[in-house]
């Protein structure tokens, strides 16, 4: 790994789930599930903006992604759990597959990407995402998923997991502390 490689990161954010995070105010509790969706997309809206920026490829820091890695992460993001939630709304308490976010961006060469092209496939990526979530029914909500460390997580919970996920990397971005 380069002295300008991101980070790895190794925590656990599951607690998120109980306590807003201090980093960007996102309070995972004060978030209604009917709201999953139409949040998905705003915090998507934010960050394709900043891939239309002009220092797009620009990291800010060593260590720290360029808006085009953050928008691919966050492309990746959907598509990920768009699976995970697929699988919860089709089958009884799914085991998610692992995923290593590090070893993706390395693999997909994010700082490589094309940033429009990143920007339209986040988009549609989101846009049946939160169509997914939308559509949930009432007595769905509750529905079970585990990964493989263990965490369960209900369709309520991996929404509001997943939006602390994209406020994270908005507020990673524009410095804008984000809340439900």
């Known amino acids: 790994m380069s002295e300008m490689s991101p980070t790895p ?3 656990n954010w599951t607690w998120v789930l109980e306590r807003p995070c201090p980093e960007c105010g996102f309070e995972a509790a004060e978030l209604h599930r009917e709201d999953i969706g139409t949040r998905l997309l705003v915090a ?3 960050v394709r903006q900043a891939l239309a920026g002009p220092d797009v490829r620009v990291r800010p820091a060593a260590g720290v992604w360029s808006a085009l890695e953050y928008g691919c992460r966050t492309r990746d993001v959907c598509r990920v759990f768009l699976g995970r939630l697929s699988d919860m ?6 085991l998610f ?3 290593d976010q590090d070893a993706t961006a390395i693999a997909e060469d994010y700082a490589a990407q094309v940033p429009a092209v990143v920007s339209e496939q986040l988009w ?3 846009q049946r995402l939160a169509g997914r979530f939308n559509g949930v029914d009432h007595d769905q909500w509750d529905r079970i998923g585990s990964r493989s460390d263990g965490e369960n997580f209900t369709v ?4 509001q997991y997943l939006l602390h996920d994209l406020a994270h990397h908005v507020w990673d971005l ?5 809340h439900p």
Request: aromatic share 4%; hydrophobic share 30%; charged share 35%.
């Open 156 to 159: 309520v919970s991996l929404g």
């Open 9 to 11: 990161d190794d925590k």
């Open 89 to 94: 709304l089709d089958h009884d308490d799914p």
């Open 124 to 126: 549609d990526d989101a």
């Open 97 to 99: 597959a692992n995923w």
């Open 174 to 178: 524009t410095g804008a502390p984000q």
């Open 44 to 46: 998507v809206r934010e």
